[in-house]
Nanobody, 124 residues
Framework: HVQLVESGGGSVLAGGSLKLSCTAF????????WGWFRQAPGKEREGVAG????????YYADSVKGRFTISRDKAKNTAYLQMNSLKPEDTAMYYC??????????????????WGQGTQVTVS
């Protein structure tokens, strides 16, 4: 079993930056992909970014391309989401997720096996 613990959310003014972190604990050796999702009140959960643990493959939703950067530190079992030029429409609960098998970048919730508890990002 894998437990994901997120941190780094908060409130920021439009144009500002935040960096989210997600650390995996437990049986992490089989993790092959990380993903970041977000869900705003009254909206569907949206896949924001994804990264292959082996490197070389990433995914970004069109809404965040050029502003968000996903990265990972294999030694620390941690994934990051650097968010720059934040906009009010980026306000949401952000969740990290991990998968034992990478299933491409459709970013379906069902493609990921483990989920963090979520961290709130508010942009005003």
């Amino acid at each position: 079993h894998v437990q994901l613990v997120e941190s780094g959310g908060g409130s920021v003014l439009a144009g500002g930056s935040l960096k989210l972190s997600c650390t995996a604990f437990g049986d992490t050796h089989g993790t092959t992909c990380w993903g970041w999702f977000r869900q705003a009140p009254g909206k569907e959960r949206e896949g924001v970014a994804g990264i292959y643990m082996g490197g070389g493959s990433t995914y970004y939703a069109d809404s965040v391309k050029g502003r968000f950067t996903i990265s990972r530190d294999k030694a620390k079992n941690t994934a990051y989401l650097q968010m720059n030029s934040l906009k009010p429409e980026d306000t949401a609960m952000y969740y990290c997720a991990s998968a034992q098998v990478c299933r491409g970048w459709l970013m379906l919730s069902s493609d990921f096996d483990y989920w963090g508890q979520g961290t709130q990002v508010t942009v005003s």
